[in-house]
């Protein structure tokens, strides 16, 4: 039974890793899609984490189309990330318990 708690833990593992990939991606195809006479990436953007789980806020106003879509796609990928992670937390908590038990 240890080893549906290994195998368990390295699919969210690996989940976590490719989400956070694609994440990361995506927010530097939103990045490269600023329009003309933008600030600085930087000043764009404000890190803060906040109690919905965006990491990132970035003004429509310094987007294009295409990195507003990138945008929405990057949102979802987080949301989807955070949802991963949380929910693979507990699940793999909760086979490592019931096999302790």
């Given at each position: 039974?240890?080893?549906l708690y290994g195998?368990?833990?390295?699919?969210?593992f690996v989940g976590l890793l490719l989400f956070g990939?694609?994440?990361?991606?995506?927010f530097r195809r939103v990045l490269?899609?600023?329009?003309?006479?933008?600030p600085f990436a930087g000043e764009v953007l404000s890190w803060?984490?906040?109690w919905r789980g965006q990491?990132?806020?970035?003004d429509l106003t310094f987007l294009n189309e295409t990195g507003r879509a990138y945008l929405a796609k990057a949102i979802r990928n987080?949301?989807?990330?955070i949802i991963w992670g949380v929910g693979g937390f507990f699940l793999t908590a909760c086979v490592h318990f019931y096999m302790k038990r």
């Open positions: 039974m240890d080893y195998a368990l833990t390295a699919v969210w990939c694609v994440s990361l991606n995506e490269n899609n600023l329009v003309p006479g933008a803060k984490l906040g990491i990132t806020k970035i987080e949301r989807i990330a």
